[in-house]
Structures are given as C-alpha cells and as structure tokens.
C-alpha cells in the first residue's frame, strides 16, 4: 500500500468515526437536523401518550419499520454482490482490470478497497437491523400505553418511549449514512485522489443536509412551534374528582 492511499485510507476513517460526535456538537451549538428531530419525536411520544387511540402511531412506526426492512434488504443484496466479487479470486480481478475508469492495482490492494465497501456496508446492515429490533419495541410500548393514567404518569411513559424510539430511528439514520461511506470507499478503485474527493464530498454533503438544507430549516421551524404550545390532554381523560370507568360501581 502506497503512502498516498494510507493518507486517504486515515481521512476516510477519521471521517466516518468523528462524524457523529461531531454531529452531537453541532446540535449543542446551534442545533442540527438530527437534534431537532430528537425533539420533534419525543413530542411525538408525548401526543401519543394523551391520544385516545395510538392507531396513527403504531401506523407512522410500522412505515418506518417497513422503510428500514427495504433498506437492510438491499444492503444484503449489495453485500453479496461485493462478497462475491472480493472472494472471487483472481478470476475476478480480471474480469474487471480491463475497464479504463479502473485505477492499476494489486490483487491484495483490490481485495482491501473491496473489503473496505464490504466493512461500509454490513456496518449499515447491522445499524438497520438494531433499528428494526428497536421500533418494534416501541411498537410493543405504544400498544402499552396506559389510557387511564395521571398526567404525571402519561408525561413519565412518554419520556420512556421515547428513550425507545429516539436510539432506533437514530440506528436507522446512521444505516443510511453507511451507504454514503460506503459509495466513497467504492470511488477507491478510481484511485486515492478520486477516493479523497468522495469521501469529504459525502461529509460535506451529509453537514450541509444537517444545517443548511431547505428540510433542515423546515424541521427547525416545527420544533420551535412544537416548543410553544403546550401538550394538551384528550377528551378521553377522566375529568377531575372522577373515577376511570372500571373503578365506577
């Protein structure tokens, strides 16, 4: 391995490990896309909690499960396919060192740059199948929400769903990501300079979707909104110096 493809090799790396602390600091500075929908779900949690029925919930959640089951169901796809060519053999690396886009390499340098989009991809895989896992405990707790509760214990049931469902959508947030990385450690094969444009060319895009796109100025507009008005409870809620009806004679 040439000096130049360890250089690159490390500022991919150290872009994708720092990404998300630096991510986190971003949203304690000045707020970010991620940061804002945390707030955004946890409200969620709070409105389900005081809803009369939580059927719109447990369809919003299943929406989103469905999401990361197509998304983790072609990363297998594009993880089998990466397999087969990186365990190919040489037979493989002839059948692809004809193409002229392709940078000239060593049979064990072909097998890293392939190896690193195959690390890029199953990391997706792994974050959406936590992500599922995830929301459908959540699911299981939003099916559990006691209707009947004080306000003090809805507040507190809200707060701990969303302890469920903030990490989950987090886990799915990040197996998107790795198909960014994943797409920079594929432009490798072109070379170390293509390599080094791809990969702070995914960072720069993925910063600039988390605080200057037209959807992250939207999202922050609905969490200021959200921050003024004030959760109220349903009609479904016994009024005050009243008994839930299995507690009435």
Not at 20 to 43: Q, V, Y
Not at 71 to 84: E, P, R, Y
Not at 137 to 155: K, R
Not at 189 to 195: A, D, I, N, Q
Request: proline share 6%; aromatic share 8%; net charge positive.
């Amino acid at each position: 391995m040439h000096l130049i493809d360890i250089i690159v090799l490390s500022v991919f790396a150290a872009c994708w490990l720092l990404y998300e602390p630096m991510l986190k600091r971003l949203g304690e500075s000045g707020g970010a896309l991620n940061t804002d929908m945390t707030i955004i779900r946890r409200r969620w949690m709070q409105e389900m909690a005081v809803r009369e029925i939580a059927l719109l919930d447990g369809q919003l959640l299943g929406h989103a499960i469905n999401s990361a089951s197509f998304f983790a169901s072609s990363n297998l796809i594009l993880i089998a396919a990466a397999g087969g060519v990186l365990f190919g053999g040489d037979n493989a690396l002839r059948s692809v060192e004809g193409l002229a886009v392709l940078a000239k390499t060593t049979p064990l340098m072909f097998q890293v740059k392939l190896g690193l989009v195959l690390v890029a991809l199953a990391r997706g895989l792994l974050d959406f199948i936590w992500s599922i896992r995830q929301m459908n405990y959540c699911l299981a707790a939003i099916g559990a929400t006691p209707m009947w509760a004080p306000p003090n214990v809805l507040a507190e049931y809200a707060e701990a769903a969303g302890g469920i469902l903030n990490p989950a959508l987090s886990a799915f947030n990040a197996g998107v990501r790795a198909y960014y990385f994943a797409l920079a450690a594929a432009v490798w094969l072109l070379g170390p300079l293509p390599f080094m444009i791809a990969t702070l060319g995914a960072m720069t895009l993925l910063l600039w979707r988390q605080r200057r796109s037209r959807a992250s100025t939207a999202v922050r507009k609905v969490r200021h909104i959200l921050e003024r008005q004030p959760v109220v409870h349903g009609p479904h809620m016994p009024p005050r110096n009243t008994t839930p009806p299995e507690d009435r004679i």
